[in-house]
């Protein structure tokens, strides 16, 4: 059973470009979770998704960040008009119910 | 606000000694907590998990405990390995469904040969 999937591994962007992460999670679980760590910090969530429905994105900004879950696919995180302080590590997890989360090998981003 | 954090930020132990890493917690509300492994470039690596009605579990050489009088967490890890070496993080589930992970900021574990 492969665990959670996370595609690229590292992601170059220059300021104002947008950025695309991609998500599957383990066969069987319906819930999608993302994280952001900043370098020497705890994770911080950001978005809760099943299945074509975001249930909380209470932790992620306003402006510029997006997510999805299709019925199809894996789950997307959009970031549009990148900056620099934007760099971080974006971790997605998943789970088969509101249980314990297996994370992904992480999707590292840089903004020159 | 609400918050996880660690006393400790690194800790260095002896192969072969037992390890035991620290966390605090403030939110008294918090019914679910996790010990997660990180390896540097690597995701968060589940260790072991307990609920609130719970002051001890075990799994393969590590231990959680859990204090609710004073907001304290542990996890020990037994006979400590060079591969033991990674970040550690205690997470707190917090939200509806409890669900949403609030990570405290990591202890670095090194194990000296």
């Known amino acids: 059973n492969a665990g959670v999937m996370q595609n690229p591994r590292h992601l170059v962007r220059r300021r104002g470009q947008e950025a695309r992460l991609r998500c599957s999670p383990m066969?069987?679980?319906?819930?999608v979770y993302w994280y952001r760590q900043l370098p020497e910090e705890g994770l911080k969530f950001m978005v809760y998704?099943?299945?074509?429905?975001?249930?909380?994105e209470s932790g992620m900004p306003k402006e510029r960040f997006s997510a999805e879950f299709p019925k199809e696919g894996p789950s997307i995180l959009r970031i549009q008009q990148v900056v620099r302080g934007d760099s971080a590590a974006y971790f997605c997890?998943?789970?088969?119910?509101?249980?314990?989360?297996?994370f992904g090998p992480g999707t590292r981003l840089t903004v020159l | 606000g609400e918050s996880v954090g660690l006393h400790l930020p690194t800790l260095s132990v002896q192969e072969g000694d037992n390890s035991i890493i620290n966390c605090a917690y403030s939110n008294s509300a918090s019914d679910y907590f996790i010990w997660y492994k990180q390896e540097s470039g690597k995701g968060p690596q589940f260790i072991i998990d307990?609920?609130?009605?719970?002051d001890k579990r075990q799994g393969q050489r590590v231990t959680v405990l859990l204090n609710k009088t004073v907001k304290h967490l542990s996890l020990q890890i037994a006979a400590t390995q060079p591969g033991d070496s990674a970040v550690y993080f205690c997470a707190e589930a917090s939200g509806a469904g409890s669900y949403q992970l609030t990570f405290g900021k990591g202890t670095k574990l090194s194990v000296i040969p």
């Open positions: 997890a998943s789970s088969p119910e509101t249980d314990t989360q297996y």
């Open positions: 307990i609920r609130s009605n719970m």
């Open positions: 066969k069987g679980h319906s819930h």
């Open positions: 998704l099943q299945k074509e429905n975001i249930i909380d």
